[in-house]
C-alpha cells in the first residue's frame, strides 16, 4: 500500500516551496523550502522564534501563507482549515495538546473522527492501535485524570485513528521524561516503518539524533541547512542552528554556599481545584549562594509550590514557610517582597505582565513600594528611569519603556521580568521555567543572570523542565513528582538518567544518588 | 468573504477617541430614519431634537440636573469597571439613598436644622454603599456573581420603595396619590444658578469627576484595579488583592447611586414617588463606556445622555413621539460604540482571494 | 387529587414555562462558551412582537414565529460584536437589553393597557377533560418537547459534544476542525429563538395584555438558573419550576389572606434568586468542573 524510502518515481509525501508569511512585526518564514519522502522521518529544526510553529501552522492549515506552493502526494494543494487538512491526511500532535478537560478519551478521540462509530467498536479500535504501536489509552477516562504522558498517547492514537499520511509533532518530548520519550520514539519508528510520513519539530538535538532520518534547519524564518543528522555532531546542527556556536556561561567565582534563607517544612495543601495536584509533605530549604533546581513534568505539583512559596497561597501554619527563621506563610506576595522574597512566574503574558500596558507601567507590578509612589500617587518619571535601566542592563529589544508589554518577541520580555526583579537585589529569588520559549541568546542573558545574582550571595531556586537547564545552572537537583519532593542533590552526585527515573514518579521515590555501579557506566 | 479583519499590533490611539464620534454620528443616522419612519422632516426633527431643549438658560440648568446623576454614577461605576467587577445596581443603590435621605426629611425635615441636609447626604451615601456591599459580600464570599445579584437588588430596592410610598409615607394630604408630602426647605438642596432648577449637586459631581481622575489616572490604588480588571493572572502574581477590587469597586459605585439618589429627591424630585430615578442607574452604564471608563469622558458622555433624555422630552411634545425614543437612542448609541470599537482593535483590509479553495487533492 | 393541589401545579407550570424556554436557550448559548446576558432585552421585544403580531393578525401562532425571529435578530447582533468582534461579552449582552428594554418600551407604547382576546387554543378544547395536562397550553408542551430535543442533542449526538468541546476549548476544537466561531454563532440564535418564545409567552399567554415592565427580570433570573443549574438541562428544568412556584406561592398567600405586604411577596423571586446563586457559587469545586472553561473568553484564530 504505502510507497516507501527507496522506491523511485514516487512523489515526496510533501512538498513546501519558497513559503512566505509575514507579520506585521516579523517575517516568520522566507522562501522556506522542504520535501518529506513517505515513511520518512523529518526534522524541523530551530531555536524559539525561528519559525518552525509557523512552518507547521500554514502545513496544518491554521495559518495561511502569503506566498509560496504546497503540493500532497505530488499534487499542488492549498489547505485552508484543520480540517481540510485532516481530510488531505495530515495529522498533528500539538505540544499544548488540543484536548477537552472533562470530556473521556474515547470522547476526544471521536469528535475528530470523521465518522461517528459505537462507543463499544470505537473502543476496540483504540485498544487495538494502542497495542500495535505501544501507546496504552484507557478510553473510559476523562482527561483531566490522565498524566501528561497519557495525554500525549491520546492525541497520537487520536491522530492515527485517521489513518494519516503525515503526522506533525510539535516539540512532543518537552513534557515526557527521559524514559517515556524512548518509548514515544520506539512507537513513532514504527509509524513511520508502516509508511506514515513525520515531521518532528524539536530543539533538541541528541534526540533528532537518535529519532530522524534527514533535518531542515530554521533560522530566523529561513532555511539555513538540510542533513543528515546521523552524519553531524550536535555542535554542527547548532552551528546551522544559530549561526555560532553555543555560548559558554562565565565561570562561576561562587564561595561555599551559605546559611538556609528560605525553608519549606512539611507542607501539605489539599487541592480545592479538581484539575490540580495536591501537594504532599513538601520540605526544602535553599542557602545563599547557591541555585536549586527543581525537576519534573509540568502538572505535578510545580504551580502549587510556586503558589506557596510566592505566597500567592497563604497557610494556615505561619511557621511552615520560613525567611531566614521568620515564619511567613501567612504573608501574600506584597508582603514577601518587601522582606527580600521575589519570584518569576512560569507564564509571562498572563501572570508576569499584562501585556496591554507599557513596560514602564509593567514595573509596578511588583515594584511599588518606597520611590515608585508618593502618598498613594504614582512617581511615573521614576517608574520610566526604572524600566529604561533595566531595559538596557539586560539588553532588551523594545520600543522604550512606552512600548507594550504585549509587543516584545518572547525572549525580550523575559528578559525584562526577570531583570525586573533582579534589579531589587532579592535575597531569595524564585524563578519557574525561566527560559521556557525562549530563544538561544535570550537564554544565556537570563541563566547568566541567575548564576551572577547566585555569585552575590542570593538564594535561587529554579523550577524547570528542561533538565538541560538545571544541570547546566543548577547546584543542588530535587525532583517534583505526584505532588511530593525529592530531597536535593548536589548536581556532580547524580545523573540525567537518575534525575528522570525518579520524575516517574512511583517506584517508592528512588534515590537521585548514583550508586557506584552506576557511576562506572554514567562517566 | 474578501474584508479581513486584521489584529493590530496595539490598538490605534487615534481611533480610542474617534469610535464615540463614529458612534454619535450612527446614532444620529438613526435618530433621522425614526424621524423620517414617522412621517417628519428627519432633519428639522433632528434640530428639534438636539437644540429645543438648549434654547434657554433653563433648559442648560435641565441639561445639568439630569446630567448629574448620571455623571455621579457613571464615575462610580467606571472605576468598578476598570477593575471588572460589574454593578448593576447603581438602580437600586440611587433608590436607597433616596429612602435613607427621605426617611431623615420625613422624619426630621419640617424643624429647619441645618444638620438636615448634611445628615441625608450621609445617610443616602451610606444606604447606597450598604446595598452595594451585599453583592460585594456575596462576591466575596461565596463567588456569586455580582452582576446577577446587583441587578435582582434594583427589583427588590423598587418594590421596598414602592412598599413605603404606597404605605407609611403617603401623603394624608395627597388626594391618596403614591407620594410622599413634600419635602421641607430645609431639607432641599441650595440652586446654584438662579432662574434654573440646577442644585448644588452638579458641583458634587464635578468634585467626584475630579476625585475619579486622580484615582483612575494617577493614584496607585487605581493601578491596582486596572491590572486587577486587564490580568487575574497578573494581579494574583503582583499581590493585589481581587477582593479589595471588588470592595473599591462595589462602594465607588455605591456611594455615587446614593448621593444621586438623595440628589433627585431633594432636587427636582422636592418629594418621594413611587419612582424616583429614571433610569439613571442602567443609563449611567452607557455613561461610563461611552466615556472610556475615564472621569473627564463620563463627563462629558454624561451631558450629551442628559441632551437625549431632553430631546425625548421635546420630542414627545413638539414632534409626538413616544418620550421612550431617548432610551432607544441611548442604547443604540451603546451598541454602536461597542461596534465601532472594533476598529480600536482591528484595522479592516479588503483582500480579494486568488485561489480556488479546494486543492487539487482534496 | 385535591383542586387546590391540580390548582398548585397547573400554575407553577404556567408560571414557570417562560424560565424554562429562557433559561434552555441560555444553556445552549454557555455550552458553547459564551454568555449572553441579554437574555432580558431578547425577552422584552419577543413580548412586544408577538403581541403586536397577534393583535394585528389574531393569530397566537405567527406571533410566537415573529418572535422567534426578533429574538435571533437581536441575538445576531450580538454575535457579530461579541462572537466575530471579540467584544466584552458582559458589556454586549448589558447593551442588548438595555437596548431591546428600551426598544420594548418605544414599540410597545401604543399597547400598553390592552389586553388580548384570542380564542382556546385546539388542544386545550380537545384534551380540557384531562386533569392538569388539558388545562395546559401547547406552548408549554412544546417547552417540554425542546427539552427532551435539547438534550438528546447535547449528550447524545456528536454535534452535542462538539457544542460541549467548542464551550471547553474552543481553540482545540478549532485545531481538530471545528468551526468554532460557526457553532457559537449557531448557539446563539439558538438562545436567542428561546428567548424570543418566552418573550412571547407571557404577553401572548401568561398575562395576555401588555404592560411596560412586562418581563419584570425573568430575563436576568434565566441567566442565574444556568448557574443554579450548574449548565445542566435537567437541574435547568426543576430551577424554572421551583421558581415558577415561588411566583405562585405568592398570589395563593394573598389570596389566602396572609398578612404579609404585596410588594415583600413579589420581592421573594429576586431575593431567591440571591440566596440560590451564593449557594450554588460557593462550592468551587463543582463549578470548576461544571462550567464551560472557556466561558465568557473571546476567541480568534
Redesign the interface.
Known amino acids: 500500500m504505502h510507497p516507501s524510502l527507496t522506491r523511485p518515481n514516487v512523489p515526496d509525501r510533501l512538498e513546501l516551496r519558497s513559503i512566505r508569511k509575514a507579520y506585521?512585526?516579523v517575517v516568520a518564514n522566507d522562501d522556506v523550502s522542504l520535501r518529506v519522502a513517505p515513511g520518512e522521518i523529518h526534522a524541523v529544526v530551530g531555536e524559539n522564534g525561528a519559525g518552525k510553529s509557523t512552518l507547521m501552522k500554514i502545513i496544518?492549515g491554521?495559518v495561511q501563507p502569503d506566498s509560496g506552493e504546497m503540493l500532497?502526494?505530488g499534487?499542488?494543494?492549498?489547505?485552508?482549515?484543520?480540517?481540510?487538512?485532516?481530510?488531505?491526511g495530515i495529522g498533528?500532535v500539538?505540544q499544548h495538546?488540543?484536548?477537552?478537560?472533562?470530556?473521556t478519551a474515547a470522547?476526544n478521540i471521536?469528535?475528530?473522527l470523521p465518522t461517528?462509530p459505537s462507543l463499544n467498536a470505537l473502543s476496540d479500535q483504540i485498544s487495538s492501535v494502542a497495542a500495535s504501536y505501544g501507546l496504552p489509552v484507557d478510553p473510559a477516562r476523562p482527561i483531566y485524570t490522565l498524566s501528561v504522558g497519557e495525554r500525549q498517547r491520546v492525541e497520537i492514537v487520536?491522530a492515527l485513528l485517521r489513518k494519516p499520511g503525515l503526522l506533525i509533532l510539535d516539540e512532543p518530548t518537552s513534557v515526557l521524561t527521559p524514559q517515556a520519550v524512548e518509548k514515544l520514539f520506539e512507537a513513532l519508528r514504527r509509524i513511520a516503518a508502516d509508511g506514515c510520513s513525520i515531521l518532528y519539530i524539536s530543539h533538541k538535538l541528541n534526540e533528532i539524533q537518535s529519532l530522524c532520518d534527514s533535518a531542515t534547519v530554521l533560522r530566523g524564518g529561513r532555511v539555513t541547512g538540510t542533513c543528515v543528522p546521523r552524519q553531524e555532531t550536535p555542535a554542527s546542527i547548532a552551528r546551522m542552528m544559530i549561526g555560532e556556536d553555543l555560548p559558554r556561561y562565565r565561570e562561576a567565582t561562587q564561595a561555599a554556599a551559605g546559611r538556609t534563607r528560605l525553608e519549606l517544612a512539611n507542607v501539605s495543601l489539599p487541592t480545592?481545584?479538581?484539575?490540580g495536584t495536591a501537594l504532599a509533605d513538601v520540605s526544602l530549604g535553599i542557602r545563599s549562594g547557591e541555585i536549586l533546581g527543581i525537576a519534573g513534568v509540568s502538572g505535578n505539583g510545580q504551580a502549587e509550590l510556586m503558589s506557596v512559596l510566592?505566597?500567592?497561597q497563604r497557610l494556615v501554619e505561619h511557621g511552615a514557610v520560613r525567611l531566614d527563621g521568620e515564619a511567613i506563610g501567612h504573608l501574600?506576595?506584597?508582603?514577601r517582597?518587601a522582606l527580600g522574597l521575589r519570584?518569576v512566574?512560569e507564564?509571562r503574558l498572563?501572570?508576569?505582565?499584562?501585556?496591554?500596558?507599557s513596560l514602564a507601567?509593567n514595573v509596578?507590578?511588583?515594584v511599588?513600594r518606597g520611590r515608585?509612589?508618593r502618598c498613594?500617587?504614582?512617581r511615573f518619571s521614576w517608574i520610566e528611569a526604572y524600566a529604561k535601566t533595566c531595559i538596557e542592563t539586560f539588553g532588551v529589544r523594545c520600543g522604550g519603556p512606552a512600548a507594550?508589554a504585549?509587543?516584545l518577541s518572547g525572549g525580550n520580555l523575559q528578559k525584562y521580568i526577570i531583570g525586573r526583579e533582579i534589579l531589587q537585589e532579592p535575597g531569595v529569588l524564585i524563578v519557574s521555567q525561566p527560559t521556557w520559549g525562549v530563544d538561544v541568546g535570550a537564554a544565556v542573558v537570563i541563566r547568566q543572570a541567575l548564576l551572577d545574582l547566585r555569585d552575590r550571595g542570593a538564594a535561587i531556586l529554579v523550577i524547570s523542565e528542561e533538565l538541560d537547564e538545571l544541570f547546566d545552572i543548577a547546584d543542588r537537583i530535587a525532583v517534583m513528582a505526584g505532588g511530593r519532593l525529592s530531597e536535593g542533590v548536589e548536581r556532580a552526585c547524580t545523573s540525567r538518567d537518575r534525575v528522570g527515573l525518579a520524575m516517574t514518579g512511583g517506584h517508592g521515590a528512588p534515590s537521585l544518588h548514583v550508586k557506584e555501579a552506576d557511576d562506572a557506566v554514567a562517566l | 468573504m474578501p474584508l479581513h479583519f486584521e489584529a493590530r499590533t496595539k490598538p490605534s490611539a487615534k481611533m480610542v477617541w474617534l469610535a464615540p464620534a463614529t458612534a454619535l454620528a450612527l446614532t444620529a443616522a438613526a435618530a433621522m430614519i425614526v424621524f423620517a419612519s414617522a412621517g417628519l422632516d428627519p432633519v428639522q426633527a433632528l434640530a428639534t431634537f438636539v437644540l429645543s431643549p438648549l434654547s434657554d438658560w433653563y433648559g442648560v440648568g435641565e441639561l445639568l440636573i439630569k446630567a448629574t446623576p448620571m455623571i455621579l454614577i457613571g464615575v462610580g461605576l467606571s472605576i468598578g469597571f476598570r477593575a471588572g467587577v460589574w454593578n448593576i445596581g447603581a438602580e437600586g443603590q440611587l433608590t436607597i439613598g433616596a429612602i435613607f435621605a427621605g426617611y431623615l426629611a420625613l422624619r426630621f425635615g419640617p424643624g429647619d436644622g441645618i444638620w438636615v441636609l448634611p445628615s441625608m447626604i450621609v445617610a443616602a451615601v451610606a444606604g447606597g454603599m450598604l446595598w452595594a456591599a451585599i453583592p460585594a459580600l456575596l462576591r466575596t464570599m461565596f463567588n456569586a456573581s455580582e452582576i446577577l445579584v446587583s441587578l435582582m437588588l434594583n427589583y427588590v430596592a423598587q418594590l421596598w420603595l414602592s412598599w413605603l410610598v404606597f404605605g407609611a409615607w403617603r401623603d394624608p394630604a395627597g388626594f391618596n396619590f403614591p407620594q410622599s408630602e413634600p419635602l421641607a426647605p430645609a431639607a432641599l438642596l441650595p440652586v446654584i444658578i438662579e432662574g434654573t432648577r440646577a442644585n448644588i449637586s452638579v458641583v458634587f459631581a464635578l468634585v467626584a469627576v475630579a476625585l475619579g481622575w486622580i484615582l483612575v489616572g494617577r493614584s496607585f490604588v487605581g493601578f491596582q484595579l486596572r491590572v486587577t480588571g486587564l490580568s487575574s493572572g497578573v494581579a494574583r502574581y503582583a499581590g493585589f488583592s481581587p477582593h479589595r477590587a471588588v470592595w473599591i469597586g462595589m462602594f465607588a459605585g455605591g456611594a455615587a447611586a446614593g448621593l444621586a439618589g438623595v440628589g433627585e429627591i431633594a432636587g427636582p424630585l422636592g418629594q418621594i414617588f413611587p419612582t424616583v430615578s429614571s433610569g439613571y442607574g442602567y443609563a449611567a452604564i452607557i455613561v461610563a463606556f461611552l466615556g472610556r471608563l475615564h472621569p473627564v469622558g463620563v463627563l462629558l458622555s454624561g451631558l450629551l445622555m442628559a441632551l437625549i433624555y431632553l430631546g425625548g422630552d421635546s420630542a414627545q411634545m413638539s414632534l409626538g413621539l413616544p418620550s421612550a425614543i431617548s432610551g432607544l437612542l441611548q442604547s443604540l448609541l451603546l451598541f454602536f460604540l461597542l461596534a465601532a470599537d472594533v476598529l480600536v482593535q482591528y484595522r479592516i483590509r479588503y483582500a480579494p482571494r486568488g485561489r480556488s479553495a479546494l486543492g487539487a487533492a482534496a | 387529587m385535591s383542586s387546590l393541589v391540580a390548582q398548585l401545579i397547573v400554575a407553577t407550570l404556567v408560571a414557570g414555562t417562560p424560565l424554562v424556554y429562557a433559561a434552555l436557550g441560555e444553556l445552549v448559548v454557555e455550552r458553547a462558551g459564551v454568555v449572553n446576558m441579554g437574555v432580558e432585552g431578547m425577552m422584552v421585544v419577543g413580548a412586544v412582537a408577538a403581541f403586536a403580531v397577534a393583535m394585528a393578525t389574531g393569530s397566537l401562532g405567527l406571533g410566537v414565529l415573529v418572535a422567534m425571529a426578533a429574538g435571533m435578530l437581536l441575538s445576531l447582533l450580538f454575535a457579530v460584536l461579541a462572537v466575530s468582534f471579540n467584544a466584552n461579552q458582559v458589556a454586549v449582552g448589558l447593551a442588548l437589553t438595555i437596548f431591546g428594554t428600551s426598544l420594548g418600551s418605544y414599540l410597545g407604547k401604543s399597547y400598553v393597557g390592552m389586553a388580548l382576546v384570542v380564542p382556546p387554543s385546539g388542544l386545550g378544547a380537545a384534551a380540557a377533560d384531562i386533569p392538569i395536562l388539558g388545562q395546559l397550553h401547547p406552548l408549554v408542551w412544546l417547552s417540554w418537547v425542546l427539552f427532551t430535543a435539547t438534550w438528546f442533542f447535547l449528550y447524545r449526538t456528536k454535534y452535542g459534544l462538539a457544542l460541549r468541546a467548542v464551550g471547553e476549548s474552543p481553540a482545540s476544537a478549532h485545531a481538530i476542525g471545528y468551526p468554532v466561531i460557526r457553532i457559537r454563532y449557531l448557539a446563539t440564535l439558538f438562545g436567542g429563538a428561546l428567548a424570543g418564545i418566552a418573550g412571547a409567552y407571557v404577553s401572548l399567554v401568561y398575562t395576555a395584555l401588555w404592560t411596560e415592565g412586562l418581563i419584570a427580570g425573568r430575563g436576568w433570573i434565566a441567566v442565574a438558573l444556568v448557574v443554579f443549574a450548574t449548565w445542566r438541562p435537567g437541574r435547568c428544568l426543576a430551577g424554572a419550576y421551583l421558581f415558577g412556584g415561588a411566583t405562585m406561592a405568592q398570589l395563593f398567600a394573598q389570596s389566602a389572606g396572609v398578612g404579609l405586604p404585596s410588594e415583600l411577596m413579589s420581592a421573594l423571586p429576586y431575593l431567591a434568586t440571591i440566596v440560590v446563586l451564593a449557594l450554588i457559587s460557593r462550592d468551587e469545586t463543582m463549578m470548576r468542573l461544571n462550567v464551560p472553561a472557556s466561558l465568557g473568553k473571546p476567541f480568534s484564530i
Open positions: 506585521p512585526a496544518y491554521i500532497w502526494n499534487r499542488e494543494v492549498v489547505i485552508r482549515s484543520p480540517a481540510q487538512a485532516q481530510r488531505l498533528m500539538f495538546f488540543a484536548l477537552f478537560d472533562t470530556l470522547e471521536a469528535l475528530a461517528t487520536r480545592r481545584d479538581p484539575f510566592s505566597g500567592e501574600g506576595p506584597a508582603e517582597r519570584s512566574p507564564d498572563d501572570q508576569g505582565a499584562v501585556p496591554a500596558m507601567d509596578l507590578v511588583t511599588n515608585a509612589t498613594g500617587l504614582i507594550h504585549g509587543s
